[in-house]
């Protein structure tokens, strides 16, 4: 059974930086690629960033620069570095093995000013 966990979310304060990580299970995990996803409260959920096998990134324009995703496959857990974050980027944020329906459970990202 493939299961992915999201933690690391919280309450921040505007600028501040979060990690979230994606522990998967239940699937061969350096052959997938991955992908973080988030949801606004009223807002359809978008991408924000994807790591293939082969370790290519994308972002969204609206965190490129300021949010990482990483790989660690021998943990079978991908990560997502959030720097200088924005109001704007509050929501559940979710990791998603790509090309799947595969999601996780999702984890809360708050930030206040």
């Known amino acids: 059974q493939v299961q992915l966990v999201e933690s690391g979310g919280g309450l921040v304060q505007l600028g501040g930086s979060l990690r979230l990580s994606c522990a998967a299970s239940g699937i061969i995990f350096s052959f997938s690629g991955m992908g973080w996803y988030r949801q606004a409260p009223g807002k359809q959920r978008e991408l924000v960033a994807t790591?293939?096998?082969?370790?290519?990134?994308t972002y969204a324009d609206s965190v490129l620069g300021r949010f990482t995703i990483s790989r660690d496959n021998a943990k079978k857990t991908v990560y997502l570095q959030m720097n200088s974050l924005k109001l704007e980027d509050t929501g559940v944020y979710y990791c998603r093995v790509e090309n799947s329906d595969t999601w996780g459970q999702g984890t809360q990202v708050t930030v206040s000013s």
């Open positions: 790591i293939s096998r082969a370790r290519t990134t």
